[in-house]
């Protein structure tokens, strides 16, 4: 069970997270729209082949900054792969974390976890870790798929969240998942 939970998913199907159908059904700049501004520094984590990523970095324009992190190499190639010689190459930056830590120490806007908190070993190090790293007024996303999280699971999380310090917000309304926006807590 632990397994499933913590199940990674594979870079074999990568096409299955980005493709044009989803994009029907999911369309990351309406998703993100209220949240992302031209000249934000965002963070894209678990960003796989980049579905979110090449969007968010179209969002905060020239003067803004995307890094997408992934515990697969082959999921940054990909999305490497797809901004190769494009305007979008100097505003993202490519960037492989561990399994348990992200390892950046800038500070930022705004970050997008889409469908991986329940893939991620340590939730409580990684809320921890993303409030350390998250701007006073920043905010963060977090999108969990209805098919694998349970209510339970996904309270859980947001349990997680709050002991690091961070507030839900809101939960936006997205097709085939359990969402929350997370702020930091006024201390
Ligand atoms: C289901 S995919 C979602 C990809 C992307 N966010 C999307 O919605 O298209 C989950 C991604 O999280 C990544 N991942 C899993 N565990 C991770 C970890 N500990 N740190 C960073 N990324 C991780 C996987 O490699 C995979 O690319």
Partial sequence: MSNRKHHICPVEIAGFLDNTFRRWLQHPKKILEPYIKEGMTVLDVGCGPGFFSVDMAQMVG???????????????????????????????????????????????????????????????????????????????????????????DFEATVRKAREAGLIPVESPRLLFSKTVILKKADL
């Fill in 62 to 152: 020239e003067r803004g900054r995307v890094i997408a992190s992934d515990l697969q190499e082959g999921m940054l190639q990909k999305l490497g792969d797809k901004i190769q010689n494009t305007e979008l190459e100097e505003r993202i930056t490519l960037h492989k974390c561990e399994n348990d830590k992200i390892g950046l120490s800038q500070q930022l806007d705004f970050i997008l976890a889409f469908y991986v908190v329940h893939e991620l070993p340590d939730q409580a190090g990684f809320f921890r870790e993303t409030a350390s790293i998250l701007k006073p007024d920043g905010q963060i996303f977090i999108a969990e798929p209805v098919f694998h999280v349970s209510n339970a």
